[in-house]
């Protein structure tokens, strides 16, 4: 069966530090992976997208890479600060016009 | 600034009642979409849209409907509500596939 797992256990790390979530697929050939952050009441807010051919995107703080070999996507946050606390959801892009199929989400606990 | 609006926010209705949650976008995207969070499930489309008068079924689309009649809009109904469809209901747009989706806020929804 189809399948996307992200971290289950919530993420507590210090501040400065970097987090890293992971985010494992089955059953998919996604064109494109996307991350999104969701904090508690609101709507999930995109974060960044990472092609199939492409191994690594950056954006300030963020970083992801795209393993599909290993069929997984890491998603960094350096220097984190406690206004990085949310959960995270990955999304896979499984075919025309941005169908997301989500994972459940990791929560991130930055503590100062 | 364009953004994209769900009403209502918050509802509590009876079961067996219809019910319809509204999302309109003013950005001017094609694809528009409907999903329903619960813990545990993460994100799982209902319905989606690739344009005026088209309709597709996602993954959880029974005792849902949705109508396309302009590009702004798309209602989503509860033809005869069920307690099972309790849940957080977010809307979302996009211009194509490969592109940022927008999220609403939601709209939480109780069925008793």
């Known amino acids: 069966s189809q399948k996307i797992e992200q971290n289950s256990e919530a993420l507590n790390i210090q501040e400065g530090k970097t987090a890293t979530l992971t985010c494992n697929y089955t059953?998919?050939?996604?064109?494109?992976l996307q991350w999104y952050r969701q904090d508690p009441g609101r709507g999930p807010v995109f974060l960044l997208l990472?092609?199939?051919?492409?191994k690594e995107k950056r954006k300030e703080r963020l970083k992801v890479t795209f393993d599909t070999t290993l069929k997984q996507s890491l998603f960094h946050i350096t220097a984190s600060q406690p206004a990085d606390s949310a959960t995270y959801l990955c999304?896979?892009?499984?075919?025309?016009?941005?169908?997301?199929?989500f994972g459940a989400g990791t929560i991130l606990r930055v503590k100062s | 600034d364009a953004e994209i609006t769900q009403s209502p926010r918050h509802k509590i209705t009876e079961t067996g009642r219809q019910v319809t949650l509204a999302c309109h976008q003013t950005?001017?995207?094609?694809?528009m979409f409907w999903y329903r969070q619960d813990l545990g499930h993460g994100l799982r489309l209902i319905h989606y849209?690739?344009?005026?008068?088209?309709?597709n079924k996602g993954e959880v689309s029974d005792g849902y409907s949705v109508s396309r009649s302009n590009t702004e809009d798309l209602p989503l109904t509860l033809e005869s509500a069920a307690s099972s469809q309790t849940s957080v209901y977010f809307c979302?747009?996009?211009?194509?596939?490969?592109?940022?989706?927008?999220f609403g806020e939601g709209s939480w929804l109780t069925v008793v």
């Open positions: 059953n998919y050939s996604p064109a494109y």
């Open positions: 990472i092609r199939e051919n492409e």
């Open positions: 979302a747009s996009s211009e194509s596939s490969g592109n940022t989706i927008y």
């Open positions: 950005w001017n995207h094609n694809n």
């Open positions: 849209s690739y344009g005026v008068q088209d309709t």
């Open positions: 999304a896979l892009d499984i075919g025309y016009g941005n169908k997301l199929v």
